[in-house]
């Protein structure tokens, strides 16, 4: 599942955005060493992926919108093993591929928002159910992760801050609903707190 190029990109992004944006780590320890799992999360700017890229210490599969699988990142994309999805339509292939992936002990990364929150109406945009369906049918446990502060350049104002692994059972809504509030609650604390200062 290992790609040659994610390899050989994994140490050059890590230094470099480890060096740029000095980004706070919360609850490493978290991180599953010795098995797959499904990392989800809020979704912030296109620099997520890369973060995670440059946390992780095994190669993640991301699911990308498919409009991306073109042009001069089409081999990017492929490069780092990602897997395209519609995201138009409930992208039945693509959940197939994450879970066969999954099943061959891979690690796959997901934004169950589907896309960036722009408007922060709320702390999340509605979770898409594929991240819960994945890990429930291929037995593996989700690590909840959240993002917040902003990429600023040499200011160590980026956190990511990863919840520890937990197994889904078949009540999916249920479970994905859960998995959105906790992700909410982590943000509304965030915000209050920065609020309050």
Do not use: C
């Not at 140490?11 to 490493?28: N, Q, R, W």
């Not at 320890?29 to 700017?45: F, S």
């Not at 997520?48 to 073109?70: C, G, N, R, T, Y």
């Amino acid at each position: 599942m290992n790609t040659v190029f994610y390899k050989i990109i994994k140490p050059i992004v890590t230094v470099l955005f480890k060096v740029l944006f000095h980004p706070k780590i919360i609850g490493k320890e978290n991180i599953p060493k010795d098995t797959n799992y499904v990392l989800a999360g809020n979704h912030t700017k296109w620099l997520d992926p890369i973060m995670l890229i440059a946390i992780i210490p095994q190669q993640v599969h991301f699911l990308a919108k498919d409009s991306l699988f073109k042009g001069i990142t089409k081999p990017l994309l492929i490069g780092v093993g990602a897997i395209p999805v519609n995201r138009k339509i409930h992208d039945h292939e693509a959940l197939e591929s994450a879970i066969k992936m999954l099943k061959k002990k891979a690690i796959i990364g997901i934004f169950p928002e589907g896309t960036i929150n722009r408007e922060k109406k709320t702390p999340t945009l509605p979770f898409k159910i594929g991240a819960v369906k994945m890990a429930n049918e291929s037995k593996t446990p989700i690590v909840p992760f959240i993002i917040t502060g902003k990429y600023k350049i040499f200011s160590s104002s980026i956190t990511i801050e990863f919840l520890p692994p937990k197994e889904i059972t078949d009540h999916l809504e249920e479970e994905n609903n859960e998995l959105r509030k906790k992700i909410d609650k982590k943000l509304e604390d965030y915000y209050e707190r920065n609020q309050s200062d």
